[in-house]
């Protein structure tokens, strides 16, 4: 016995390494035979190959929320990050996916279902799916993913009646060479390759020659009076596999067509009437295997929009999963070896699940819900991506401008909480990792709560991206004629509410209630503005560690019973209270829970401190919120308030530094001066009447 090869996780790092040079050339089936010795896992089933292309391109696991975030789409190696995907719900998604693939690689029965993508338009499942295939190809093509099929060669030799044309004939199926191998030795062999593999499944392969491969090999025996070594010496030739959606080669996408002209031949194949001329009708060289399901064998097959397709027309699937075979007209039944994954919207898929008729086929899907994103920040990614993408115009995108635009998406897509607990803003924040500061917010109990209330799960109802995608598109363009340099959340925020009502896929019922979460989409950038306007105007790093380290020390001293020294005396003295409070009131935090907050900065401080990092109140949002709005109180009675409120060129030297201030923040010139003059009034009149 050959020794064991390196495990998969082994090579994984490795995936970047050359093509390898032998895609073209053939070898003989003795050789082949010697290179599955030498590495079993390249006699992997579809689900097999699939599942370990996952894990090659690389993985991580968060330990937090229990689920695996596979590189292929969390980063999209391939293409620099191009290509990826954003949210927690959608990394949910992938990774049930791959668990049903990985389990049906072990046989545990999802590699005899469809994996059934079901989502709203636009939440990704397409793109998912185009990303699969096309990692399956640059899979296939590297020495970790490569697989194999055979030749038929010489056959004008030993069969009279055989066309010239046909003296060399490719696995119609592209079959595994080991199929060549009667069943009874092809279990010794495959159960020596089991011993030597070292992988989480078990090699298996019980499948019969396609008809066309069945012919030519009785032929030939008949010929060599049962000689099989004598056949796979003359006759056949050994050739590596490579997955290529254009060559609809072991990759195959099919799209419905209209119900009048729906064919199952589409899927199973049909005869070849070029060659009934030659061979004859019930020949089966007269077969023509080029039906979605034989182009898709030993990969994967992809079903756009699947439940669109007659209710007669889905029956093929259903001896294509739970059998793995198919039947095609007047043709004997075919094996095949193939993931079978399904796309569908959520209209189609309710009408089909009421569907009596259809309660086999349903029996036979396992569905994955593919949702939107509810996280507004992972949302402004796809927003960004959108950008990146495109060739964008010389125009800055403001702060906020996709994150409230995200925002809004998620508050129409979240099932809104009991208004006597959270509103749906302070849910959505929560969605997106932020601690709310009055309010304990169990995440996991509002998602469970959402779970129970909705029909299939949280976040398939609402705007899609592609709408808000593109209302800001639009934006962009009114501000390019607008002879504006920038993109601003208020312009967005303009076009979404002014196109609400001209979108086709917003009912009506939904204007009434998507217009109230715009306005508090507004009022909750109008926070963020006069925030921003705040900082612009107060803003002092040195004094902001300062009074942090003032306050730590207070703290830690608070916790430890102990003294404090005084700043301007250096006597020893009891912990500042009034201080404490002062800092902690900014944040709304009352008196009874000061002492949680207290120990969860000092156990942050720890923390960092047994990291090596120095203190920073910067790395602590909340308590930077808190000093930042102290700071502001401080030094607020020392702002110029009607120069925030005056007409006219910003010119003046304070306004100038204003606005400096807010370029530090990202802001434009141009966007700077919008969000003084929108968010700036608001500041001074609030501290004007106060």
């Avoid at 001209?502 to 926070?527: D, P």
């Avoid at 002492?595 to 720890?606: C, G, K, L, P, Y």
């Amino acid at each position: 016995m050959t020794e064991r090869k390196p495990s998969l996780s082994a090579l994984s790092e490795e995936y970047r390494t050359t093509i390898p040079s032998d895609l073209r050339e053939p070898r003989s089936f003795e050789r082949y035979l010697q290179e599955l010795y030498d590495e079993p896992r390249v006699a992997r089933n579809a689900p097999q190959r699939v599942a370990d292309m996952f894990d090659f391109y690389g993985s991580e696991y968060d330990e937090d929320t229990g689920v695996v975030e596979y590189k292929l789409a969390s980063e999209d190696p391939l293409n620099n990050g191009e290509n990826t995907f954003y949210g927690r719900v959608v990394h949910d998604a992938i990774h049930e996916f791959v668990n049903k693939v990985k389990s049906g690689a072990r046989g545990l029965g999802p590699e005899k279902r469809i994996l059934l993508l079901l989502g709203p338009v636009g939440s990704g499942k397409s793109d998912f799916d185009s990303q699969i295939r096309t990692y399956f190809e640059d899979y296939t093509s590297r020495d970790a993913g490569r697989m194999y099929t055979f030749r038929w060669t010489n056959l004008c030799d030993v069969i009279p009646d055989q066309d010239p044309e046909d003296d060399v004939v490719r696995s119609p199926m592209n079959q595994d060479p080991l199929v060549l191998v009667p069943q009874e030795q092809r279990e010794n062999i495959v159960d020596d390759l089991n011993g030597l593999l070292d992988a989480p499944y078990t090699i298996r392969n019980e499948q019969s020659l396609d008809p066309a491969s069945e012919f030519y090999m009785d032929r030939l025996l008949a010929h060599y009076n049962d000689d099989l070594e004598t056949v796979l010496e003359n006759h056949v030739e050994v050739i590596r596999l490579l997955a290529d959606e254009n060559k609809r080669q072991a990759i195959e996408t099919f799209e419905p067509k209209d119900k009048k002209n729906q064919d199952e031949t589409e899927l199973t194949g049909d005869v070849n009437y070029s060659k009934i001329a030659i061979y004859g009708e019930s020949d089966p060289r007269s077969f023509d295997y080029a039906g979605a399901f034989c182009n898709s064998n030993r990969g994967l097959f992809s079903g756009e929009e699947l439940l669109k397709l007659q209710r007669e027309f889905l029956y093929d699937f259903l001896h294509a999963t739970q059998e793995q075979t198919i039947k095609p007209k007047s043709n004997p039944r075919i094996d095949i070896d193939q993931v079978i994954v399904g796309r569908t919207n959520m209209p189609e898929y309710r009408d089909k699940k009421g569907d009596e008729k259809m309660e086999a086929f349903n029996d036979r899907t396992k569905r994955i819900n593919f949702p939107y994103v509810l996280s507004y920040e992972n949302e402004a990614e796809i927003y960004r991506k959108m950008l990146r993408n495109a060739d964008l115009p010389e125009i800055h995108v403001e702060p906020h401008t996709l994150e409230m635009a995200g925002l809004f998406g998620v508050l129409t897509r979240i099932e809104e909480p009991d208004a006597n607990s959270i509103t749906a803003v302070q849910k959505a924040k929560a969605y997106n990792g932020e601690i709310d500061d009055t309010d304990d917010i169990d995440v996991k109990k509002l998602r469970e709560e959402a779970e129970e209330s909705v029909d299939i799960a949280e976040g398939m109802d609402g705007v899609s991206p592609r709408f808000i995608g593109d209302e800001i598109a639009e934006a962009l363009m009114d501000s390019m004629h607008r002879s504006r340099s920038f993109l601003s959340p208020l312009l967005t925020f303009n076009h979404l509410e002014g196109n609400l009502e001209n979108h086709g896929s917003i009912s009506a019922e939904m204007f009434e209630t998507y217009y109230r979460y715009l306005e508090l989409v507004r009022e909750e950038y109008k926070k963020r503005a006069i925030e921003d306007v705040r900082h612009a105007l107060a803003y002092d790093i040195d004094e902001i560690q300062r009074q942090g380290e003032k306050y730590m020390d207070h703290v830690m001293a608070y916790i430890d019973d102990d003294t404090v020294e005084d700043e301007i005396t250096g006597r020893e003295q009891e912990p500042d209270e009034q201080f404490l409070r002062s800092v902690e009131e900014k944040l709304q935090l009352p008196e009874d829970r000061k002492d949680d907050f207290r120990q969860e900065v000092a156990n942050w401080v720890s923390r960092r401190a047994r990291e090596g990092q120095p203190f920073d109140p910067q790395g602590n949002d909340r308590l930077r919120r808190a000093l930042e709005s102290k700071l502001w109180e401080d030094k607020k009675h020392n702002i110029n308030f009607s120069a925030l409120v005056t007409s006219g060129e910003m010119d003046d030297d304070e306004r100038n530094e204003w606005i400096e201030a807010l370029l530090d923040q990202g802001y434009s010139t141009e966007g700077a001066k919008e969000v003084l003059e929108f968010a700036g009034a608001e500041v001074a009149k609030s501290e004007m009447e106060g």
